[in-house]
């Protein structure tokens, strides 16, 4: 059978990655995907040849679009990442009738449903498994090896970076110098705000939710928070009440419909999750046959990634005989079956809390705040009032509460923050118990 020839966009973290294995495994991979996969060519405007594997039998130019148009390529590979040009090429290729794999989260999020309406049209393959969670093949599980099962919820730690920043925080390292070291690793993305702010994960979690549940992408209507504004001391206190907080990605199915958010989480620390540490990712899903599932590997670098955008290269290949519309869907679920469950508006969620509020130290206080809580039909679970520093008058407060929805937890929050004898804002954390 003839090779099947790849042109490859991008020769950075992931390029290079992908180049390097399929050429040092190219026998074993050949032998799985029962033809030769090779890179006939690729684009890169900049790029550092040294420690490149298999360079010399590839075609190499600076222009994306020449690669995209080339007759003799299969299987377009895009690893540029952002929006532009990365649509137009994506299009293009599809427009050309070639195969497309992406690692490319952002362009997935946000152009999928008119990127796979396109495939569809074209009767092509856009396969993405690397654009979630990095080496973990997170996709094809959910699409494939889950798919006897209504998923129930999904929670991730989808973002490396920000795992690795905050593991290393509690080593006692500076914010900025890990951050640092994780853009020099690879893992960070070109905007690095990507992952402190949360956006990489809503991208991913984007993803998860629409594989899971069947539902269109909608990028637009997930919450999102980032680890910014986490402080040590809220780590400690957490650590003191049996908990760890971690940046989740969680998405559930619930009566009044899909719950899409994004943000800092207190975890049992006994849970496996809670302890996942540095640029490891762990996706646990909950099927209602097979239980709770936990997924975890490196979610961020070179070759981790680099094993999923050559596994889609791989399953393409294996397909290119089949009829095209006997192919997995790009969402999992069959295009006209896509069903219209509404996202959930932050304030319809339920979840247990963690509380941190600075308060005067006098007596009556506790029952001012236990009585606002009360009246909102908040139940506190557990409560840690800290020593005062000598000579302050004020201490810090810990309060877990009781699962309660977000929209009676935002006006209790707002009438505590309002007594005179609580000082500023009222830090909040969000608590799932995760268990099975
Ligand atoms: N910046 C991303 C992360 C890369 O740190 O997880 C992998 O998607």
């Not at 222009?63 to 895009?78: K, L, M, Q, R, S």
């Not at 989480?265 to 540490?277: F, G, W």
């Not at 009781?402 to 804002?425: C, D, F, P, T, Y």
């Not at 608590?431 to 099975?436: I, R």
Request: hydrophobic share 45%; charged share 25%; proline share 4%.
């Amino acid at each position: 059978m003839k090779p099947v020839k790849v042109g490859l966009l991008g020769l950075g973290t992931v390029g290079s990655g992908t180049l390097n294995v399929l050429t040092r495994n190219a026998e074993e991979i050949a032998r799985r995907a029962g033809r030769e996969i090779r890179i006939s060519h690729a684009a890169a405007k900049h790029y550092d040849p040294t420690g490149l594997l298999g360079l010399d039998q590839v075609e190499v130019c600076d222009d994306a679009f020449a690669v995209v148009e080339n007759p003799e390529v299969d299987i377009v590979v895009e690893l540029i990442g952002g929006y532009s040009p990365a649509r137009e090429l994506v299009l293009k290729a599809i427009e050309n009738g070639k195969h497309v794999v992406t690692a490319n989260k952002a362009l997935i999020a946000i152009h999928g449903n008119e990127i796979f309406a396109a495939a569809r049209e074209k009767g092509v393959t856009v396969a993405f498994e690397a654009a979630v969670a990095g080496g973990i093949p997170i996709i094809k599980a959910l699409r494939e090896g889950l798919s006897a099962n209504r998923i129930e919820w999904v929670a991730g730690i989808i973002n490396g970076t920000g795992n690795f920043i905050l593991t290393e925080m509690l080593a006692g390292r500076d914010f900025d110098d890990v951050l640092a070291e994780a853009q020099a690793l690879g893992y960070a993305e070109a905007d690095p705000t990507f992952d402190v702010e949360g956006i990489d994960a809503a991208h991913k979690l984007t993803i998860i939710a629409s594989i899971a549940f069947g539902i269109p992408l909608q990028f637009d209507r997930t919450y999102t928070e980032g680890i910014s504004k986490i402080e040590s001391q809220d780590v400690s206190y957490a650590g003191e009440l049996g908990y760890r907080i971690k940046h989740l990605g969680i998405t559930k199915r619930t009566d009044a419909g899909i719950e899409l958010r994004v943000h800092p989480t207190l975890i049992p620390e006994r849970r496996l999750i809670a302890n996942v540490d540095g640029v490891m990712n762990a996706v646990l899903v909950k099927g209602d046959a097979v239980g709770p599932t936990l997924y975890y590997g490196a979610g961020a670098g070179s070759e981790p990634t680099a094993s999923a955008v050559v596994a889609d290269i791989v399953d393409i290949a294996r397909a290119l005989t089949c009829d095209p519309e006997n192919r997995v869907p790009h969402l999992a679920f069959q295009p006209d079956e896509m069903a219209d469950l509404p996202i959930l508006d932050m304030e319809q969620v339920e979840t247990a809390y963690y509380l941190r509020m600075q308060v005067e130290d006098q007596p009556g206080v506790m029952a001012r705040i236990a009585t606002v809580l009360a009246d909102a039909g908040i139940s506190i679970e557990a409560i840690k009032q800290k020593e005062p520093e000598q000579g302050e008058g004020r201490l810090p407060l810990v309060m877990l509460t009781h699962r309660v929805l977000e929209k009676q937890m935002n006006s209790a929050i707002a009438e505590i923050e309002a007594l005179a004898s609580v000082n500023g804002q009222v830090t909040r954390i969000r608590v799932e118990p995760l268990a099975g």
